[in-house]
């Protein structure tokens, strides 16, 4: 039996893709990663195939690369680096395991997106922490499986969450979970005594899911996660802060993460705004025209007993410490009102993504750093466009303080126009010298896509040599992913 | 196991004969620690091989390269407060690390500090509070490191609900491999600063601990960034009255309460409650013998009080919670909240006159005070059954962790101190939290260490077939080869993996890892 | 007390290190945390109290012997007690005695320190630490006008102590402390040549039958001289006098004052008038003996027993002394009477307070380490910013003097009765 025969027999031949048009399509997106053409797609539909495929791939040492959002993809994690790389689709894998309303957590399969399972954990009362308004077809699963920021600093207590547990599947075909969903006993025998799979170290003295978060599918592949959820708030305030210096913005962004306010807390620039609430070019163009450089956003929700209370109290203070630094929030600017950015902060971009609507491509330079770094890395930016002639204006600038302040995602999305090849050319250039002068600068590729890579792992060789020790143990064959990160 | 002159002359070479000893005197007292009469039957374990007190990072990894060189097993200790922070059957070299002291640097931009390992979870608060911020709090006390704590033991406190875990605080780490290469995590590793811990790719961090850490099985950290919490309370925290009981002046902007329940399902409504809300800097069910001991000077105290039979009776199930405040106006939020809380949960205040002061045991929750509930009533304590998940199935590990005890309560071998689980919620009960039950005891009443003994033992094999948690030590204190290779077929087979692990990252296996795993050969 | 009477103690020691540390509640800096000049200079966790505890229970079980390393971690300690009141800011333990009775025990088994045998010979030979003649005691006072008890009557005694007597530099404290009292109109004497020796420090050495020794002929003494008041500028004799004679049964009948206290008590009679401008910020250093040691004896005898299965507690109950009760508001009320003086404090004051470094034979000993241990005293007071340290303990000032001749310190070292003399009119 060849390979693809053999995959047909563990999912059914509907789900085993082999014509060109389709290798094609899981052989591109909007990076400027290196495209190798995969042999074929398949689609598992439970963790008991993908533990099959794994068997099968492992005794074949056929690479697997795993997929679970939809297309457009961006950072290149979901391209084949090598030839004959058979693509894991796990997207078909949608059910939602489990909402837990007194521990405030979810379950959920990989192919699980933001818009399906709002409403189900609205049900429930409950709500998921978002990234920045993520495309439609976005795996939740892969958005904090890849250490995704998340609009509510304050309840970014660790660089894992809001990843809970996961369930694994190894590069030798052996099941695992993680955390507290490790055991003792099944899934099911933990619940009747009360467990919910909440914590997220463990078992014992290694953090297994630290070691597959992060790592693109090279450590294992992810059949299900549990993760955890808000309390959907009663009431709500949102804010605009405007300012031509971002510096006093993250002064009272700061404070406000200090006071733990219950706050949805980002910094746009004008761009990134203007995208986010104009669906056209001429939209966008002409709203950012009007907005001030720097946008400081802040929703505060209030759930609970005495919601109203408790955005009152905080209202209170978030106003007070503006004042101290001189800013006025605004419940709308240049037309733009606060509650329609806190619309669309609370669900997936819908049909067209945001970044892709001025310029129809976007390639994106995020690390992390400290909120205090985030002025110079923008000069630094901004100086560079110059030496490239690229235009400031269509850079979209994103500023996510997390880990409860102590430092924030920044990211740069370098808007262009896929159609035109110069523009294209100057960009990949452009990327190519900013991600290393970032780089020099202080900024940390934390989740080092594409030549990132080269980039983070050649400043930390101790840690290449690490992963490389444990990448042995977890994928012996070396079939996940390989070419990724370093291994 | 022994050292040869040559090791010993090598690890001399490095540190200079000042800081290297092989004197039983002096090696005595480094086999010595409160864990070992229940683990070893005996106040002391094995004594070292020898002792080694490296005045630098550099020097530690010189002496771990030594040790591989001349297979010599080591496991390095900060503080050494630990229960089996030196204990072992077979003697090793402890490497002591109290000349790496410094703290190198507290960020108040960025929120988090960065130590070496013998500074104390006391030590970064102090200095931490001078700037509007604190260390996560920590149980065992002050004397305890911010390094050990964070990465390679447990590091939950009363004020976990507010200031979290230490292990999930972890950001930069210095880290020196027990083959004796240098691993630097995060940002750090990249050259970036201490700010981050994990990536690049995949979080190396998950190497270092799980839920609870190596217990130094696993090279030594010589540095350790940790995020630091908000502190709302004065720079400087005033005290008054004497020894032992020394209290804080609670600034206005803090209220102390302890709130009784009639039963144990209220509390855990009352946990769920109060996490949610998000009102309390330290929240924490402690047994009423815990309550009413962070208020007498002495046993003495303690045992007149006890005979009023209050703390029984009305204390039985009870929170102790103190809040913080952001403004008057949050203040006041939080108070009606409580009282919501309270009214909905068929709780009430406990308004006994000793309660009043809230200052009185409020820096032993706070995490400054120290183990007064814990030691000083029998001599020394252990862990009964204790887990970390929900609530709710803490109150299931309550359960039975009680009807176990008492069956040793009966024997007169240990405390009989009323129900002494100590449920805490973590980070606003987002990630469940902490249940324990301590069993104190006298050590130097040996049937009663037998009986402590007994009762561990017990408590692992009910705990696990009961599937409510992987043994005692579960987010207490540490597993060791027996737990985790008797709970590891039930759970994954997660032993095997860590394991591997430890021998991918320990090819000689020279990291003494007596509590933690060791693969063989 | 034989060492195995604190065995329960020692196998109790839960290795906390608390004993290293001041309180943690009372830590105002990182800096000046550590209260163990031992384990701070040592490093070898032997050298602390809990170490000390460890070792004191691996000899008793004969684990290990005596030898060169024992003596050195049993000696290398100032018994200034900081170490005492930490632990038992948390503990029912009684550290210092443990660590007094290990000392004791040392001295029946012959293991006697080769250092200590000038103070201890001194005191054989002539009842004094420093070897000096006994004839030459009651020199400091020549031309003072003072009544000389072996003679004459009196109220008060002033006992010099050792240091003063034969430390001529010191000699204008002893000499300012009779001024003092006179121009306050006491009728007071000395004993002069016929002084002799608390008895404090060879008991602090382990020499436990010089303290009675000396407790019943002082006694007799002052029976004999019919004082009703004893005061000395001298913590260690004070500390002898007033806690080590009860403590051993041989509680004095008459009072027992620290010059601090009776200076207060004139100021507080307008016997003493304060009036002169002394335009100084000083910083106090509490001498270990007036301080936490000289909290009052606590007599106890009876039983260990259990409650609630395994409670300890004792029968007759017990009550222990945990530092708070020693004089610490004498000295600086008096302080603060100066007109112009202004007061600042130390992080580590009063039961926490960080020793000067000499006690329990560690200036007769280790020499360096003493002074290592004023040293960093010394740095914390000048980190106050103050002009002098000033203390009221011959033995700290002879110690902090040394260490500023050999370190080149600028902050002054004083005695509280040298400002009150500038404050005189
Ligand atoms: S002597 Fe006291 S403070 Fe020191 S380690 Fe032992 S119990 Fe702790
Ligand atoms: S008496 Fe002083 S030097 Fe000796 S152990 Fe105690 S604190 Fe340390």
């Given at each position: 039996?060849?390979?693809?025969?053999?995959?047909?027999?563990?999912?059914?031949?509907?789900?085993?893709?082999?014509?060109?048009?389709?290798?094609?399509?899981?052989?591109?997106?909007?990076?400027?990663?290196?495209?190798?053409?995969?042999?074929?797609?398949?689609?598992?539909?439970?963790?008991?195939?993908?533990?099959?495929?794994?068997?099968?791939?492992?005794?074949?040492?056929?690479?697997?690369?795993?997929?679970?959002?939809?297309?457009?993809?961006?950072?290149?994690?979901?391209?084949?680096?090598?030839?004959?790389?058979?693509?894991?689709?796990?997207?078909?894998?949608?059910?939602?395991?489990?909402?837990?309303?007194?521990?405030?957590?979810?379950?959920?399969?990989?192919?699980?997106?933001?818009?399906?399972?709002?409403?189900?954990?609205?049900?429930?009362?409950?709500?998921?922490?978002?990234?920045?308004?993520?495309?439609?077809?976005?795996?939740?699963?892969?958005?904090?499986?890849?250490?995704?920021?998340?609009?509510?600093?304050?309840?970014?207590?660790?660089?894992?969450?809001?990843?809970?547990?996961?369930?694994?599947?190894?590069?030798?075909?052996?099941?695992?979970?993680?955390?507290?969903?490790?055991?003792?006993?099944?899934?099911?025998?933990?619940?009747?005594?009360?467990?919910?799979?909440?914590?997220?170290?463990?078992?014992?003295?290694?953090?297994?899911?630290?070691?597959?978060?992060?790592?693109?599918?090279?450590?294992?592949?992810?059949?299900?996660?549990?993760?955890?959820?808000?309390?959907?708030?009663?009431?709500?305030?949102?804010?605009?802060?405007?300012?031509?210096?971002?510096?006093?913005?993250?002064?009272?962004?700061?404070?406000?993460?200090?006071?733990?306010?219950?706050?949805?807390?980002?910094?746009?620039?004008?761009?990134?705004?203007?995208?986010?609430?104009?669906?056209?070019?001429?939209?966008?163009?002409?709203?950012?025209?009007?907005?001030?450089?720097?946008?400081?956003?802040?929703?505060?929700?209030?759930?609970?007993?005495?919601?109203?209370?408790?955005?009152?109290?905080?209202?209170?203070?978030?106003?007070?410490?503006?004042?101290?630094?001189?800013?006025?929030?605004?419940?709308?600017?240049?037309?733009?009102?606060?509650?329609?950015?806190?619309?669309?902060?609370?669900?997936?971009?819908?049909?067209?993504?945001?970044?892709?609507?001025?310029?129809?491509?976007?390639?994106?330079?995020?690390?992390?750093?400290?909120?205090?770094?985030?002025?110079?890395?923008?000069?630094?930016?901004?100086?560079?466009?110059?030496?490239?002639?690229?235009?400031?204006?269509?850079?979209?600038?994103?500023?996510?303080?997390?880990?409860?302040?102590?430092?924030?995602?920044?990211?740069?999305?370098?808007?262009?126009?896929?159609?035109?090849?110069?523009?294209?050319?100057?960009?990949?250039?452009?990327?190519?010298?900013?991600?290393?002068?970032?780089?020099?600068?202080?900024?940390?590729?934390?989740?080092?896509?594409?030549?990132?890579?080269?980039?983070?792992?050649?400043?930390?060789?101790?840690?290449?040599?690490?992963?490389?020790?444990?990448?042995?143990?977890?994928?012996?064959?070396?079939?996940?992913?390989?070419?990724?990160?370093?291994? | 196991?022994?050292?040869?002159?040559?090791?010993?002359?090598?690890?001399?070479?490095?540190?200079?004969?000042?800081?290297?000893?092989?004197?039983?005197?002096?090696?005595d007292s480094?086999c010595f620690v409160w864990g070992n009469e229940v683990m070893f039957g005996d106040k002391f374990a094995?004594?070292?091989?020898?002792?080694?007190?490296?005045?630098?990072?550099?020097?530690?990894?010189?002496?771990?390269?030594?040790?591989?060189?001349?297979?010599?097993?080591?496991?390095?200790?900060?503080?050494g407060w630990e229960a089996t922070a030196l204990s072992?059957?077979?003697?090793?070299?402890?490497?002591?690390?109290?000349?790496?002291?410094?703290?190198?640097?507290?960020?108040?931009?960025?929120?988090?500090?960065?130590?070496?390992?013998?500074?104390?979870?006391?030590?970064?608060?102090?200095?931490?509070?001078?700037?509007?911020?604190?260390?996560?709090?920590?149980g065992a006390g002050p004397s305890a490191?911010?390094?050990?704590?964070?990465?390679?033991?447990?590091?939950?406190?009363n004020?976990?609900?507010?200031?979290?875990?230490?292990?999930?605080?972890?950001?930069?780490?210095?880290?020196?491999?027990?083959?004796?290469?240098?691993?630097?995590?995060?940002?750090?590793?990249?050259?970036?600063?201490?700010?981050?811990?994990?990536?690049?790719?995949?979080?190396?961090?998950?190497?270092?601990?799980?839920?609870?850490?190596?217990?130094?099985?696993?090279?030594?950290?010589?540095?350790?960034?940790?995020?630091?919490?908000?502190?709302?309370?004065?720079?400087?925290?005033?005290?008054?009255n004497n020894p032992p009981s020394y209290s804080?002046?609670?600034?206005?902007?803090?209220?102390?309460?302890t709130?009784t329940?009639?039963?144990?399902?209220?509390?855990?409504?009352?946990?769920?409650?109060?996490?949610?809300?998000?009102?309390?800097?330290?929240?924490s069910r402690r047994g009423p013998f815990a309550v009413a001991s962070g208020l007498v000077g002495s046993n003495e105290e303690m045992w007149e009080l006890w005979k009023k039979g209050i703390y029984q009776k009305k204390c039985a199930n009870s929170?102790v919670?103190?809040?913080?405040?952001?403004?008057?106006?949050?203040?006041?939020?939080?108070?009606?909240?409580?009282?919501?809380?309270?009214?909905?949960?068929?709780?009430?205040?406990f308004?006994e006159d000793s309660h009043r002061d809230?200052g009185k045991y409020a820096h032993g929750l706070?995490?400054?005070g120290g183990n007064k509930g814990a030691f000083r009533a029998g001599g020394t304590f252990n862990e009964g059954p204790g887990?970390?998940?929900?609530?709710?199935?803490?109150?299931?590990?309550q359960?039975m962790a009680n009807e176990l005890k008492e069956e040793f309560v009966k024997t007169g071998k240990l405390l009989d101190d009323g129900d002494p689980i100590w449920l805490?919620?973590?980070?606003?009960?987002?990630?469940?939290?902490?249940?324990e039950i301590p069993v104190r005891f006298d050590p130097c009443d040996k049937e009663a260490v037998k009986v402590a003994r007994e009762h561990y033992e017990e408590a692992c094999?009910r705990?696990?077939?009961?599937?409510?948690?992987?043994?005692p030590l579960?987010?207490g204190i540490?597993?060791?080869?027996?737990?985790?290779?008797?709970?590891?077929?039930?759970?994954?087979?997660?032993?095997?993996?860590?394991?591997?692990?430890?021998?991918?990252?320990?090819?000689?296996?020279?990291?003494?890892?007596?509590?933690?795993?060791?693969?063989?050969? | 007390m034989s060492l195995e009477v604190y065995e329960r103690d020692m196998t109790r020691c839960s290795r906390c290190s608390y004993c290293k540390f001041?309180p943690h509640v009372?830590?105002?800096?990182?800096?000046?945390?550590?209260v163990c000049?031992?384990?701070?200079?040592?490093?070898?966790h032997s050298?602390s109290a809990g170490g000390k505890m460890i070792t004191g229970l691996a000899l008793l079980r004969g684990r290990i012997?005596?030898?060169?390393?024992?003596?050195?971690?049993v000696?290398?300690c100032?018994m200034d007690g900081a170490c005492d009141v930490s632990c038992k800011n948390q503990r029912d333990l009684e550290p210092l005695e443990m660590m007094l009775s290990l000392r004791a025990k040392m001295v029946e088994d012959?293991?006697?320190?080769?250092?200590?045998?000038?103070?201890?010979?001194?005191?054989?030979?002539?009842?004094?630490?420093?070897?000096?003649?006994?004839?030459?005691?009651?020199?400091?006072?020549?031309?003072?006008?003072?009544?000389?008890?072996?003679?004459?009557?009196?109220?008060?005694?002033?006992?010099?102590?050792?240091?003063?007597?034969?430390?001529?530099?010191?000699?204008?404290?002893?000499?300012?402390?009779?001024?003092?009292?006179?121009?306050?109109?006491?009728?007071?004497?000395?004993?002069?040549?016929?002084?002799?020796?608390?008895?404090?420090?060879?008991y602090e050495?382990g020499?436990q039958?010089?303290l009675t020794?000396?407790?019943?002929?002082?006694?007799?003494?002052?029976?004999?001289?019919?004082?009703?008041?004893?005061?000395?500028?001298?913590?260690?004799?004070?500390q002898?006098?007033k806690v080590l004679y009860d403590k051993i049964g041989k509680k004095?009948?008459?009072?027992?004052?620290?010059?601090?206290?009776?200076?207060?008590?004139?100021?507080?009679?307008?016997?003493?008038?304060?009036?002169?401008?002394?335009?100084?910020?000083?910083?106090?250093?509490?001498?270990?003996?007036?301080?936490r040691l000289a909290e009052p004896w606590i007599h106890w005898e009876g039983e260990e027993k259990k409650v609630m299965g395994q409670m300890i507690v004792h029968d007759p109950p017990k009550t222990y002394r945990r530092g708070a009760n020693g004089?610490?508001?004498?000295?600086?009320?008096?302080?603060?009477?100066?007109?112009?003086?202004?007061?600042?404090?130390?992080?580590?004051?009063?039961e926490y307070?960080?020793?000067?470094?000499?006690?329990?034979?560690?200036?007769?000993?280790?020499?360096?380490?003493?002074?290592?241990?004023?040293?960093?005293?010394?740095?914390?007071?000048?980190?106050?910013?103050?002009?002098?340290?000033?203390?009221?303990?011959?033995?700290?000032?002879?110690?902090?003097?040394?260490?500023?001749?050999?370190?080149?310190?600028?902050?002054?070292?004083?005695?509280?009765?040298?400002?009150?003399?500038?404050?005189?009119?």
């Amino acid at each position: 039996m060849t390979l693809e025969q053999e995959l047909k027999a563990i999912v059914g031949k509907e789900n085993v893709f082999e014509v060109a048009e389709v290798l094609e399509s899981y052989a591109q997106d909007n990076s400027f990663s290196s495209v190798k053409t995969p042999r074929c797609v398949v689609k598992p539909h439970s963790t008991e195939d993908v533990q099959k495929i794994v068997k099968l791939a492992s005794a074949n040492k056929t690479p697997l690369v795993p997929v679970s959002s939809g297309a457009p993809h961006f950072n290149g994690d979901t391209l084949p680096e090598v030839e004959g790389a058979v693509i894991l689709d796990m997207s078909g894998m949608k059910k939602i395991l489990r909402i837990d309303r007194r521990n405030r957590v979810a379950m959920i399969e990989p192919g699980v997106t933001f818009d399906e399972l709002i409403p189900e954990l609205k049900k429930e009362q409950l709500a998921p922490f978002m990234p920045l308004t993520p495309r439609n077809t976005k795996s939740v699963l892969t958005t904090w499986l890849e250490r995704n920021p998340i609009t509510m600093p304050k309840h970014h207590w660790d660089g894992q969450d809001p990843l809970l547990c996961l369930e694994v599947v190894y590069g030798n075909g052996d099941l695992f979970r993680t955390g507290s969903a490790a055991g003792p006993g099944s899934i099911e025998e933990q619940l009747e005594v009360g467990r919910a799979q909440v914590r997220p170290g463990g078992p014992s003295q290694v953090d297994y899911a630290k070691l597959a978060q992060g790592a693109q599918g090279t450590m294992g592949l992810v059949t299900w996660i549990s993760m955890k959820c808000k309390v959907l708030p009663d009431e709500k305030r949102s804010f605009l802060v405007g300012s031509d210096d971002i510096v006093r913005l993250y002064d009272l962004a700061r404070k406000s993460i200090y006071n733990r306010h219950d706050a949805q807390c980002l910094i746009l620039n004008r761009l990134n705004l203007a995208s986010l609430m104009k669906g056209t070019k001429e939209e966008i163009t002409a709203l950012s025209q009007e907005l001030p450089s720097w946008i400081l956003v802040i929703v505060l929700e209030g759930g609970g007993l005495f919601p109203e209370d408790r955005v009152a109290y905080q209202e209170k203070e978030f106003l007070e410490e503006a004042e101290r630094f001189d800013l006025k929030p605004e419940e709308s600017i240049a037309g733009v009102t606060a509650e329609d950015v806190e619309n669309v902060l609370g669900k997936s971009s819908g049909q067209d993504y945001w970044k892709l609507r001025y310029k129809g491509g976007c390639q994106d330079i995020f690390f992390i750093t400290t909120l205090k770094q985030t002025a110079g890395f923008v000069e630094k930016v901004k100086e560079l466009a110059g030496a490239y002639q690229y235009s400031n204006e269509d850079i979209g600038v994103y500023i996510q303080p997390a880990f409860q302040g102590v430092n924030c995602h920044c990211e740069f999305n370098l808007n262009y126009d896929p159609g035109n090849v110069e523009e294209t050319d100057k960009v990949k250039a452009f990327f190519k010298e900013s991600s290393r002068a970032i780089a020099d600068m202080g900024g940390f590729f934390s989740r080092p896509y594409g030549p990132w890579a080269d980039i983070a792992y050649g400043a930390a060789p101790d840690s290449v040599d690490a992963i490389k020790r444990l990448k042995n143990i977890f994928d012996p064959d070396g079939i996940l992913n390989p070419g990724k990160l370093c291994v | 196991m022994s050292i040869s002159k040559e090791a010993y002359r090598a690890l001399e070479g490095i540190v200079g004969p000042e800081y290297i000893s092989q004197d039983p005197v002096i090696m005595d007292s480094y086999c010595f620690v409160w864990g070992n009469e229940v683990m070893f039957g005996d106040k002391f374990a094995a004594r070292p091989i020898a002792v080694i007190i490296p005045g630098s990072a550099e020097e530690v990894q010189e002496v771990v390269k030594v040790c591989n060189q001349y297979n010599v097993k080591f496991r390095p200790h900060a503080t050494g407060w630990e229960a089996t922070a030196l204990s072992a059957a077979e003697g090793f070299l402890p490497i002591d690390l109290r000349r790496l002291n410094k703290i190198i640097e507290i960020n108040e931009d960025s929120m988090y500090g960065v130590v070496e390992p013998y500074v104390s979870i006391g030590a970064l608060t102090i200095e931490a509070t001078k700037k509007g911020m604190r260390c996560y709090s920590l149980g065992a006390g002050p004397s305890a490191s911010v390094v050990a704590s964070s990465t390679s033991h447990c590091g939950i406190g009363n004020a976990s609900i507010f200031t979290g875990v230490g292990g999930r605080s972890v950001l930069g780490v210095e880290w020196i491999l027990p083959d004796g290469k240098l691993l630097r995590l995060g940002s750090l590793g990249a050259g970036c600063g201490w700010f981050s811990g994990d990536g690049p790719g995949p979080s190396l961090r998950g190497a270092m601990r799980g839920v609870v850490g190596a217990n130094g099985g696993l090279g030594v950290i010589t540095k350790v960034a940790v995020k630091l919490t908000p502190w709302y309370g004065p720079k400087v925290l005033e005290t008054s009255n004497n020894p032992p009981s020394y209290s804080n002046d609670l600034p206005e902007n803090f209220k102390v309460f302890t709130m009784t329940f009639p039963t144990r399902e209220d509390v855990v409504d009352a946990l769920y409650l109060i996490s949610e809300e998000e009102i309390s800097h330290v929240c924490s069910r402690r047994g009423p013998f815990a309550v009413a001991s962070g208020l007498v000077g002495s046993n003495e105290e303690m045992w007149e009080l006890w005979k009023k039979g209050i703390y029984q009776k009305k204390c039985a199930n009870s929170i102790v919670l103190i809040m913080d405040s952001t403004s008057p106006e949050c203040l006041e939020y939080r108070v009606k909240v409580l009282n919501k809380i309270v009214e909905k949960t068929n709780g009430a205040y406990f308004t006994e006159d000793s309660h009043r002061d809230g200052g009185k045991y409020a820096h032993g929750l706070l995490g400054i005070g120290g183990n007064k509930g814990a030691f000083r009533a029998g001599g020394t304590f252990n862990e009964g059954p204790g887990a970390e998940e929900t609530m709710d199935s803490l109150l299931n590990l309550q359960v039975m962790a009680n009807e176990l005890k008492e069956e040793f309560v009966k024997t007169g071998k240990l405390l009989d101190d009323g129900d002494p689980i100590w449920l805490q919620p973590f980070e606003q009960g987002q990630i469940g939290g902490h249940g324990e039950i301590p069993v104190r005891f006298d050590p130097c009443d040996k049937e009663a260490v037998k009986v402590a003994r007994e009762h561990y033992e017990e408590a692992c094999k009910r705990e696990l077939a009961s599937k409510l948690g992987i043994g005692p030590l579960e987010g207490g204190i540490g597993f060791n080869d027996e737990i985790n290779d008797t709970a590891g077929p039930e759970t994954m087979n997660y032993h095997l993996w860590m394991k591997k692990i430890k021998k991918a990252l320990d090819p000689n296996l020279v990291s003494e890892a007596s509590f933690y795993t060791n693969p063989k050969e | 007390m034989s060492l195995e009477v604190y065995e329960r103690d020692m196998t109790r020691c839960s290795r906390c290190s608390y004993c290293k540390f001041v309180p943690h509640v009372k830590w105002k800096n990182y800096e000046t945390a550590a209260v163990c000049p031992s384990i701070s200079r040592y490093h070898f966790h032997s050298w602390s109290a809990g170490g000390k505890m460890i070792t004191g229970l691996a000899l008793l079980r004969g684990r290990i012997e005596y030898s060169d390393t024992l003596m050195d971690i049993v000696y290398q300690c100032c018994m200034d007690g900081a170490c005492d009141v930490s632990c038992k800011n948390q503990r029912d333990l009684e550290p210092l005695e443990m660590m007094l009775s290990l000392r004791a025990k040392m001295v029946e088994d012959g293991q006697l320190h080769p250092a200590h045998m000038f103070a201890i010979d001194g005191l054989k030979k002539e009842d004094n630490m420093l070897q000096q003649k006994k004839a030459d005691r009651g020199r400091w006072a020549e031309g003072l006008d003072v009544k000389d008890l072996t003679k004459e009557k009196a109220d008060v005694l002033f006992h010099a102590g050792c240091r003063l007597s034969f430390d001529e530099a010191l000699w204008d404290i002893s000499r300012g402390a009779i001024k003092i009292l006179k121009k306050a109109g006491v009728d007071v004497g000395i004993m002069g040549k016929d002084e002799a020796c608390c008895g404090g420090r060879a008991y602090e050495m382990g020499y436990q039958g010089e303290l009675t020794k000396y407790a019943e002929h002082n006694l007799d003494v002052w029976k004999n001289a019919g004082v009703k008041t004893v005061v000395t500028s001298c913590a260690e004799c004070y500390q002898a006098f007033k806690v080590l004679y009860d403590k051993i049964g041989k509680k004095p009948t008459v009072k027992i004052l620290h010059i601090t206290e009776f200076i207060e008590q004139l100021i507080e009679e307008g016997k003493l008038k304060l009036d002169n401008e002394v335009p100084m910020t000083v910083t106090y250093h509490d001498p270990c003996h007036l301080g936490r040691l000289a909290e009052p004896w606590i007599h106890w005898e009876g039983e260990e027993k259990k409650v609630m299965g395994q409670m300890i507690v004792h029968d007759p109950p017990k009550t222990y002394r945990r530092g708070a009760n020693g004089v610490y508001d004498a000295p600086r009320n008096v302080l603060k009477s100066i007109p112009g003086l202004k007061l600042v404090e130390m992080d580590r004051i009063r039961e926490y307070a960080w020793c000067c470094g000499a006690g329990g034979g560690v200036i007769d000993a280790y020499p360096d380490f003493a002074q290592w241990t004023a040293a960093e005293r010394l740095k914390e007071a000048e980190n106050t910013g103050a002009d002098a340290i000033v203390t009221a303990c011959s033995w700290c000032e002879r110690n902090f003097l040394d260490t500023v001749k050999e370190n080149g310190n600028s902050i002054q070292v004083l005695d509280i009765i040298q400002l009150v003399q500038k404050a005189m009119v």
